[in-house]
């Protein structure tokens, strides 16, 4: 997924991926959720600032994903005030932000 992060919230994200995301899809890693992740961020770029790429065992993986990992947060965060926290800070950063959704295969 690419996004265009405004400049100035790009501190701001890189606080909520540290304190938040690497763990979590640490753990989707671990559950075998996904196979692995990266975030990626183009600091003096004007268009695309952060990539966050995510790779999945298959394509039938990758269907199931939002509602695995919607069940994932739930366990891995059971507090539902903090749960809507975190979300609340993403959604603040990413608020009007435009994406590309892009899927590709490995070329092996």
């Known amino acids: 997924m690419f996004y265009k992060v405004p400049t100035s919230?790009?501190?701001?994200?890189?606080?909520?991926?540290?304190?938040?995301s690497i763990?979590?899809?640490?753990?989707?890693?671990?559950?075998g959720i996904i196979i692995d992740y990266h975030f990626l961020f183009h600091h003096t770029g004007d268009e695309y600032t952060v990539v966050q790429m995510l790779k999945h065992q298959s394509w039938n993986a990758i269907n199931?994903?939002?509602s695995q990992q919607?069940?994932?947060?739930?366990?891995?965060?059971?507090?539902?005030d903090k749960r809507n926290e975190i979300m609340?800070?993403?959604q603040s950063v990413f608020k009007d932000v435009p994406h590309i959704d892009n899927i590709y295969t490995e070329l092996k």
Do not use: V
Request: proline residues 3%; without cysteine; negative net charge.
């Open 9 to 20: 919230q790009l501190d701001t994200l890189k606080k909520l991926i540290n304190g938040f």
């Open 23 to 31: 763990s979590f899809f640490d753990e989707l890693k671990t559950s």
């Open 64 to 66: 199931d994903y939002w």
């Open 70 to 80: 919607f069940e994932a947060f739930k366990k891995f965060e059971p507090d539902e």
């Open 88 to 90: 609340a800070a993403f």
